[in-house]
T-cell receptor, first 115, second 112 residues
Framework: AQSVTQLDSQVPVFEEAPVELRCNYS??????LFWYVQYPNQGLQLLLK??????LVKGINGFEAEFNKSQTSFHLRKPSVHISDTAEYFC?????????????FGAGTRLFVKA | DTAVSQTPKYLVTQMGNDKSIKCEQN?????MYWYKQDSKKFLKIMFS???????INETVPNRFSPKSPDKAHLNLHINSLELGDSAVYFC???????????FGEGSWLTVV
């Protein structure tokens, strides 16, 4: 069975500081990894994804993430955050199960950017 | 144009009532989903359909019944609503089962 753990439920950070949101997963099969962002009162939207190829993936709004297979991690980073980055961030993992591919989401990390 | 649209956005209803949430996607996707997000933001899949066929049915009470009249629509009907059903319900779609999932804006259901 697969699982996703987002190690921090809340991350407060000052504007223009760097940030890392951590995500670890467990799965016995190959995985595909995603980060989604949810702004207040909205649905989720894709930030970036890793399906194959380069383990460093770049997404929208200056975010990037690195797939580390040995550490089963897919941490999200941004070198300098803005107030507008305040949102909930979800890591998600897709893998092939008996009933087909299934995507599960982590519990979310609330990024709060302070002025 | 909204890619995944769901209605209503807000719904307040009494315990025991029956309600439906409608969802439509104009992305031409084959796979559609219903997710439930609780007050702690935890997001859990409820159902997944591929070309109108049910492929994932998590341990959801059978008071919840999805219906897919065609691959662009996936509606959710809920019977005998309970207080614990209060949540945000998201409809979503994807082109394939492993690909970007596109979410609707959510339907805020409050059961009183």
């Amino acid at each position: 069975a697969q699982s996703v753990t987002q190690l921090d439920s809340q991350v407060p950070v000052f504007e223009e500081a760097p940030v890392e949101l951590r995500c670890n997963y467990s799965s016995s099969v190959s995985v595909y990894l995603f980060w989604y962002v949810q702004y207040p009162n909205q649905g989720l939207q894709l930030l970036l994804k890793y399906l194959s190829g380069s383990t460093l993936v770049k997404g929208i709004n200056g975010f990037e993430a690195e797939f580390n297979k040995s550490q089963t991690s897919f941490h999200l980073r941004k070198p300098s955050v803005h107030i507008s980055d305040t949102a909930e961030y979800f890591c998600a993992v897709s893998s092939l199960n008996t009933g087909g591919f299934k995507t599960i989401f982590g519990a979310g990390t609330r990024l709060f950017v302070k002025a | 144009d909204t890619a995944v649209s769901q209605t209503p956005k807000y719904l307040v209803t009494q315990m025991g009532n029956d309600k439906s949430i409608k969802c439509e996607q104009n992305l031409g996707h084959d796979t559609m989903y219903w997710y439930k997000q609780d007050s702690k933001k935890f997001l859990k899949i409820m159902f997944s359909y591929n070309n109108k066929e049910l492929i994932i049915n998590e341990t959801v009470p059978n008071r919840f019944s999805p219906k897919s009249p065609d691959k662009a629509h996936l509606n959710l009907h809920i019977n005998s609503l309970e207080l614990g059903d209060s949540a945000v319900y998201f409809c979503a779609s994807s082109n394939r089962e492993v690909d970007t999932i596109y979410f609707g804006e959510g339907s805020w259901l409050t059961v009183v």
